[in-house]
């Protein structure tokens, strides 16, 4: 069960999130409420939400420095911005931070359940497929350092600079090491693993027609989306407008 924060500085708004949708139902349930990015940080610690729902503009600290924060402490919790248009452009910049959607003010509750069911999937999804599924790696049995290494791919793709440096002190070994022994048992370097890792949550995401190419590059770490929309064509034979187009 998907456990819920709400923060938004906007009682109506807040308490119409809370009490106004059928989160049991849905296989949530409200853990706690914020009023501004402050707050949320402290609900964050106590509660441990999976999904915290925010709005981007608030008092003292917002809803982007409040991820940002987060993210910085560890927190993977999945994220849904609500924003007016006006801040659309404001928003994009949360997409590099592992926000899984966002909401126009004002939004209908089916809007917000039909986000809430794309994380739920998502969630099934990724449960389902290990990161060793992910690609055809074809040696047998895998050491614990590949096999951390590969978690730690699943967990921070998204991230504009994860490189081998990262995972190497994060696993307590050299850099030279790990690639050797990465490479030995997945016939992969670990830079071509990330990078098809990325393209292949790329596919799933261009499935959704309510991204748009740039979204995607940046929902998969990329900065760059000419320099994303190169690679996806040249590992999956077509630009990722074209795959787009043919999904639906």
């Known amino acids: 069960m998907l456990k819920v924060l709400v923060?938004?500085?906007?009682?109506?708004?807040?308490k119409g999130i809370?009490?106004?949708?059928?989160?049991?139902?849905?296989?949530?349930?409200?853990?706690?409420?914020?009023?501004?990015?402050?707050?949320?940080?402290?609900?964050?610690e106590r509660y441990a939400p999976n999904l915290i729902i925010t709005d981007v503009r608030m008092p003292h600290m917002d809803g982007i420095q409040m991820v940002t924060e987060l993210r910085a402490r560890g927190c993977r919790a999945h994220v849904i911005f609500l924003t007016a248009y006006s801040d659309f452009e404001y928003v994009r910049g949360a997409l590099q931070l592992g926000a899984i959607d966002y909401l126009?003010?004002?939004?209908?509750?089916?809007?917000?359940?039909?986000?809430?069911?794309?994380?739920?999937?998502?969630?099934v999804a990724q449960s389902a497929l290990t990161p060793q599924d992910m690609l055809p790696l074809t040696?047998?049995?895998?050491?614990?350092?590949v096999l951390e290494a590969l978690n730690y791919i699943a967990e921070h793709y998204k991230d504009n600079d994860i490189s081998i440096t990262p995972i190497a002190n994060y696993l307590g070994v050299s850099e030279s090491h790990l690639s050797h022994v990465f490479k030995k048992e997945t016939s992969y370097t670990i830079?071509?693993?990330?990078?098809?890792?990325?393209?292949?949550?790329?596919?799933?995401?261009?499935?959704?027609?309510r991204y748009k190419v740039y979204e995607v590059a940046e929902m998969v770490g990329y900065r760059d989306v000419t320099y994303f929309s190169g690679t996806f064509k040249k590992l999956v034979g077509m630009s990722p407008s074209e795959y787009q187009d043919r999904c639906h």
């Open 7 to 14: 923060i938004d500085d906007e009682t109506v708004v807040r």
């Open 18 to 44: 809370v009490l106004g949708v059928d989160w049991n139902s849905m296989g949530c349930v409200i853990v706690g409420e914020a009023s501004n990015g402050e707050e949320g940080l402290t609900a964050v």
């Open 104 to 123: 126009l003010k004002p939004f209908r509750d089916q809007e917000l359940m039909a986000a809430i069911n794309r994380i739920q999937e998502q969630d």
């Open 139 to 145: 040696k047998g049995d895998k050491s614990k350092y």
């Open 191 to 209: 830079i071509s693993y990330l990078t098809q890792y990325r393209i292949h949550m790329a596919m799933r995401l261009l499935q959704d027609c």
